[in-house]
């Protein structure tokens, strides 16, 4: 049976993922609330491979290993941070030629061909997107993606980046879980339905 391919990504009403010139203010404000930290808990558990752009791994990989560290972070945070250190992580780079961190690849092939290899890989665990937002739509694109977790944020930025600016073939999800924070946060999880495939009649 083939791994699982999740993705996970916050975004705004408006559908978008970072604000004016780049401002991650309509999203980050509400990263820390506890529905957001229960959010990216169930996120990541089950997750044995995380797949990132080099963009977002910069990011990440150069914030959340010292969370780890951090004996006055929140416990949450904290596990999340030493799940990043721990796991498996493929970068997605065509510009970087050697890791800097660890338990770390780099992949220079298309995004869809690195996804399809580690579905079919032995190794057990889901393979989750984390927040690399051009990696997910061409996912999506490619009707790669079984599960998407997304935390939709009570701004809307009016301008800044928007996840679904391309056309996507049809779909059908099912909603699987849901959780509203006391600022209006919302989280939600879609399981994408797979039509069975035709039966035939000898």
Known sequence: MSRTVTANINLTLDGRYTGP???????????????????????????????????NAQGFLGFWPSVA?????????????QWLVDVEKVVLSSTLTEAPWKHTRIANAPTTKVIEELKESTKVGDILINSSASVITRL???????????????????????????????????????????????????????????????
């Open 140 to 202: 999506l694109a490619a009707n790669l993606v079984d599960r998407l977790h997304l935390m939709i944020t009570p701004e809307i930025a009016g301008t800044g980046h928007r996840l679904f600016d391309t056309d996507l073939p049809p779909s059908r999800w099912t909603l699987t879980h849901h959780e509203t924070g006391p600022s209006g946060e919302t989280t939600l999880t879609y399981t994408r339905h797979h039509p069975r495939p035709p039966t035939t009649t000898k």
């Open 69 to 81: 560290d951090n004996e006055d972070a929140h416990p949450q945070d904290r596990a999340y941070a």
């Open 21 to 55: 010139d780049g401002d991650l203010g309509p999203i980050v404000r509400y990263a820390t609330t506890e529905v957001a930290r229960r959010h990216l808990a169930r996120i990541w558990d089950g997750a044995t491979t995380a797949v990132l752009g080099r963009v």
